[in-house]
Structure formats: C-alpha cells, structure tokens
C-alpha cells in the first residue's frame, strides 16, 4: 500500500505543474474509460451468465412440468426481489433510476458517490436482466462509470469542478462501453446528463468513451450489437420517412404516458412489497406472452433490422403466422403497447436496469409494424427492415428526448451509416412532435 501511496503522490505532484495538467486530465480520462468499459464488459457477462443460470433452473429443476414456459411467470419476479435483496442488504442503497441518481448528484452539487456504486449496479442490473427483466444495461453502467471517474478523482485531490467533470467522463464512457458507440457516449453527458463543460473536459470525454468502447471491443470482439446486413438494398421515399417520425412520436407519448402512470403507482403504493411484487408479476406475464421481451432484445432487434419479423412472437401462447396479416398486425401492435408496461415494471418496481435498449426494441417493432400498416391499408409496399432500423432512431429520440444522441447510436450500432440522414429525419420529427404536444399542454389556455 505505501507503494501505491508513493506513486500516487508522485502522479499528483506532476499533474499539479501549471504545464502538465491538460495532458494529465486527458490521460486520467483514458483511465477511467479503459476501466467503464471494462465494466461494460463485465456487466454483459453477468447478464448472460444469470440468464444461463436461470435457464439452466427451469429445465433441470425437480419441480419442472410439461409446459415449461411457464416459469417465464416468476423469472422476472425472483430477478426483481433478488435485486431489492442486494440494495437493501449489501449496497445499502437504492439504484432503481440509475440515471436520475447521477442528474441528482450533479444537481445537489454533492460530487461524493460512494464507492460501492462502481460495481453494485453492474450486479442488481445483471440479475435483473438475467432473469427476464425486459429492460436495458445502460442507467447502471453510467452510475458506474460516474462512480469510478468520482473515486479515481478523490484518489488524486481533485476539487468539486473536477469531480463534476469526472463524473460526467465516466457516465459518458459507461454508456460507450455498453454499446460500443464513443459518439453516443458523449453525447449523452452532454444531451441527458446536460452538463456544460469546456474545450478540455469535452476532449477528455471524447477520449474518454473512445477508450471504453476500444476496451469493449477488445474482449467482446468487433462485432456490432445491431448489424444491418441489407445494405444499401433498399430506399425510402422522404414523405415516408416524415410520415414514420410522426408514428415514432405518437407511440413516444403513449409509452411515455404508460411508463409516467406505472412509476407513480408503484410510488404511490404505502408497502413497497406490493411494487416489487406486482412489478414482477406483470413484468412475467407479459414475458409469458412474448418470449421475445427476454433481456435487451438485442437479438429479436438485429432480426427486425434484417427481414426476419415471422418469429418475433415465437414460442409464447399468441405465436400468430405472419401470413394472417390483420391478426398478426393486431398481436404486434399489443407487443408494442406491452413492452413500456414490461419495461416500466422491470426498472421502476425494484429492479435496477437501464431505459435505452427498450425504446430500440420499440422502435424497431414499430417500423415493423409501420410498413406492415401501410401495406395492408394502402397496398404500398415499403421495405420494413428499413423502416425498422429508422424507426429506432424515432422511437429513441421521442422516448429519451434525445434526438442528437438517437441518430449517431443508431449509425453506430448498425453500421448504417449511409442511412444517417432519413434517421436522422425520423428523430427530429418525433421529438419535434413529442416536445410541441408537450408545450402545447404547458401552455395556459
């Protein structure tokens, strides 16, 4: 430890020089985006390896019975309490809303994250999900990210406006870890976080999310999370595309409409038990309706993007052959109003799990689901991988309200970058609608 201690005052001792303190904040940022994407890394296992356990509990367990779906019901349940259990028993903290605890410590100007949070919320988040949660990893993986940039800043003395930068560098590199994506990173410090920060800071937090999606990728392989392999294949006529942002903002406010009433009934609700069991409950009916929901969805996504829609409703009791189009449009339809319900149920009853992944499942079941529309009401035939993939960056702006951020991830993620600009339409439509509906309701009469 006194050897630590030593080099540790020598480091600060040299980034204490007027001359050397740029370069020492920029390379500390690469620090603490190595070690976020890290944990990025880290917490993708854990989802995965909980979810191998629990499948790995279904078919071997003692009690298991012909229609082994079926503990699909409790999966989310059990995720959720053991997740209540590690806050209350070993955090000693509430993680639930990840994201709104990293805005609350830059707000209250309270930069002193306990330390904990570097890896609590990579594990409540990892059983969450890998029990069925139908959520996402990205609120946890920020306050971790926000929590290791914090501590590495106490370590070496810096003051509370450095520590305010260090948390926004780790939360930004957290997200770019978990999807690869620095651009997408660093604008959710600068877009959700809203933090101001100047030429140096903003250097360090590119360097930052570029480091933690490099680390990712070096133990996760090169591989995208949402490959589109069509290519430039098919087209999309501008009106189209304005026409999908505008369906993209509509399901934006009812699944913000859905997620805003269930968050206040499980805050409104006196025992908390009743949250976290309700919460669970409904999260597992829903995911004994539609396997699919199971996690991110990161690979029903990729399906929806590529042409592969006719098992998107698989192996639960509403499977419907998509050549039954009016039935299969109406169960598509119930999956998409159901998936804010399992979402809002996975991440605010108890649970600890992020918001961004769900609105892209989202999105790409209404660009499915929008082209499927169009065709059987109008006998157009649009191409719905297409309008799949633009659809998550409309759904994602009008969802999260970040339009900026919705078009670089979804371009990164894909691979898609030829199709920037008709995403990058379908965004600002969405959020321009979702944010006018929402002034006009402010608005005095």
Not at 368 to 385: C, E, Y
Not at 412 to 426: D, F, N, V
Request: aromatic residues 12%; hydrophobic residues 50%; contains cysteine.
């Amino acid at each position: 430890m006194k050897f630590l201690r030593d080099i540790s005052d020598k480091i600060k001792a040299w980034g204490a020089k007027k001359e050397n303190v740029n370069v020492f904040i920029l390379g500390f940022a690469c620090v603490v985006g190595c070690l976020a994407g890290f944990g990025a890394f880290l917490l993708k296992r854990a989802i995965h390896y909980v979810s191998v356990f629990a499948h790995w509990i279904i078919s071997h367990a003692t009690l298991q019975w012909e229609h082994a779906e079926w503990w699909y019901l409790v999966l989310p349940l059990v995720g959720i309490l053991i997740a209540v259990a590690w806050q209350k028993w070993i955090a000693h903290a509430n993680m639930v809303d990840s994201t709104g605890h990293i805005k609350d410590y830059l707000a209250s100007k309270n930069y002193d994250i306990p330390s904990g949070m570097m890896y609590n919320p990579i594990a409540a988040c990892g059983i969450t999900l890998g029990f069925g949660g139908s959520a996402g990893a990205e609120g946890p993986i920020a306050y971790a990210g926000a929590a290791i940039g914090n501590k590495l800043g106490r370590i070496f003395g810096f003051d509370d406006n450095m520590l305010r930068v260090m948390i926004g560098i780790g939360a930004g590199a957290g997200i770019a870890g978990i999807f690869k994506s620095p651009i997408a990173g660093v604008l959710f410090t600068i877009e959700v976080l809203r933090m101001n920060m100047a030429a140096i800071p903003v250097t360090a937090l590119i360097l930052s999310s570029v480091a933690a999606s490099v680390t990712c990728y070096a133990f996760t392989g090169t591989h995208l999370y949402l490959p589109y392999e069509l290519g430039e294949s098919a087209t999309l006529p501008i009106y189209w595309v304005m026409a999908l942002g505008i369906f993209c903002g509509l399901y934006s406010m009812l699944y913000n409409w859905i997620t805003a009433s269930m968050q206040k009934f499980f805050k409104s609700r006196k025992h908390q038990w009743v949250s976290w069991v309700s919460g669970g409950l409904i999260a597992g009916i829903i995911l004994l309706m539609f396997p699919s929901m199971y996690g991110e969805g990161y690979p029903e996504m990729t399906k929806l993007i590529n042409g592969v829609h006719h098992d998107i409703l698989a192996g639960g009791p509403l499977d419907v052959s998509a050549s039954e189009t009016t039935r299969f449009i109406a169960v598509l339809s119930l999956l998409l109003v159901l998936k804010a319900l399992a979402t809002v149920c996975s991440n605010s009853a108890g649970g600890v799990a992020g918001s961004f992944a769900p609105t892209l499942f989202a999105g790409a079941v209404a660009g499915t689901l929008f082209a499927m529309l169009v065709k059987h009401w109008f006998g157009i035939d649009l191409p719905a991988p297409l309008c799949a993939m633009i659809a998550m960056g409309g759904a994602f702006a009008g969802i999260v309200k970040a339009p900026v951020m919705s078009i670089f991830l979804i371009s990164e993620m894909t691979g898609a970058t030829e199709y920037i600009l008709p995403i990058c339409i379908c965004a600002l439509v969405s959020f321009a609608l979702v944010k006018g509906m929402e002034v006009s309701r402010c608005r005095p009469h």
